[in-house]
């Protein structure tokens, strides 16, 4: 090795990281060699550590090998309608090791779940998203319906669905995206919901409870509950009852509920330590929105982990995520001062993409829960 070395070598202090002028690339049939511009060739090891490599996987959904009129490899990108030399699969590298060989997965508080998701084929998986018309939910819906899954945006709001639904589309064109209504301030909505899905005859490998208000004002749905705490969790609580038969026949599937870390500046239970129904849908009088929230919250876990409990000896697990403190979304557009403290917090935070890397993590053939 000390045959390889040159002068600007020691100037990098990671083992992986390569020195100035040197490239890293893949041949045809997925090994990797390193071009060294300075002195005009390549070699098969490493310039620093010296190991030999292979990527790992196939090619992210949507992209596609090529050979220029120089036999070398480049990378067309459909969905982004971009081409590259550098091969997307260089973050997942293995060793040439026949002994023993050890991936390399590159994630860090800036991976984001387009690239957590890379060389997933979703195409036979069904997914159901709430509130995937925008902000997280939309980002959600995105990343995986252009990784092939058959994904149905469940909203309110049938107009910005349909919207979220072609901005989907003009992405990749074939992706399998559909918007249904539901609305989870109704009861009513939400069983009409449940028997149009069922009507499909389709699997549902897992449902992702996103919808949420924040800093609503107080008020009574038609079934005669407190908005904020029907819509985060008694709506879903009633929709994820209606479809448990087609998870259970789909399994392996999961549950995701979106949940928060406020949930823990709440408290549900009355002197006497037993759960007080009159605290989750209170009067007007003793209405506080952020409260209602942080408690709306609280019963996403809980209901998380029984749900769990009952279901996980059936093939279909049930987990609870915190997406990020203080993230932009439109959540916080009921009230002014939220959304001035949001934006000022904006700078300082993850990305959309980033914040759903979690959920992209714990997919469904992984063996660990989100809390």
């Given at each position: 090795m000390a045959a390889l070395k040159y002068a600007g070598l020691e100037d990098t202090d990671s083992e992986e990281e390569l020195p100035p002028g040197w490239e890293e690339r893949t041949t045809k049939d997925g090994w990797v060699y390193y071009a060294n511009h300075l002195e005009e060739k390549t070699q098969w090891e490493h310039p620093k550590s010296g190991k030999r490599k292979r990527v790992a996987g196939d090619l992210p959904y949507g992209w596609e090998q090529e050979t220029d009129e120089n036999g070398q490899v480049y990378?067309?990108?459909?969905?982004?309608?971009?081409?590259?030399?550098?091969?997307?699969?260089?973050a997942f590298t293995v060793e040439d090791n026949p002994v023993k060989s050890t991936t390399r997965q590159r994630y860090d508080g800036n991976s984001t779940a387009m690239e957590i998701l890379q060389g997933r084929d979703l195409s036979e998986r069904v997914v159901i998203i709430t509130g995937a018309n925008s902000g997280l939910g939309f980002e959600t819906a995105?990343?995986?319906a252009l990784h092939g899954a058959y994904v149905i945006l469940a909203c309110r709001n049938m107009s910005r669905a349909n919207e979220a639904v072609q901005r989907i589309l003009e992405e990749w064109h074939k992706a399998k995206v559909?918007?249904?209504?539901?609305?989870?301030?109704?009861?009513?909505s939400v069983q009409h919901f449940a028997e149009a899905f069922k009507s499909k005859n389709v699997p549902l490998h897992m449902l992702i409870c996103n919808a949420a208000v924040f800093a609503a004002p107080w008020s009574l749905t038609e079934d005669d509950l407190e908005a904020t705490f029907q819509v985060n969790h008694l709506g879903h609580f009633y929709l994820v009852q209606l479809l448990e038969d087609i998870l259970r026949r789909s399994s392996p599937a999961r549950v995701v509920m979106v949940?928060?870390?406020?949930?823990?500046?709440?408290?549900?239970?009355?002197s006497s330590g037993k759960l007080d129904f009159s605290l989750l849908s209170p009067s007007k009088k003793e209405f506080w929105a952020m409260v209602a929230y942080n408690r709306?919250?609280?019963?996403?876990?809980?209901?998380?982990?029984?749900l769990n409990r009952h279901l996980a000896p059936h093939g279909v697990t049930s987990n609870a995520v915190h997406p990020g403190n203080m993230i932009y979304s439109s959540i916080h557009r009921n009230w002014?001062?939220?959304?001035?403290l949001f934006t000022l917090a904006?700078?300082?935070t993850k990305s959309m993409q980033q914040r759903i890397e979690d959920r992209a993590i714990c997919h469904w053939d992984c063996d660990f829960p989100y809390l």
């Open positions: 990378f067309v990108d459909h969905i982004n309608k971009r081409t590259t030399y550098l091969d997307p699969r260089l995105k990343s995986l559909e918007a249904m209504t539901l609305d989870l301030a109704s009861l009513h949940s928060s870390e406020s949930h823990r500046f709440s408290e549900i239970k009355n709306s919250k609280l019963c996403n876990i809980l209901f998380s982990n029984e002014w001062v939220y959304t001035l904006r700078p300082f």
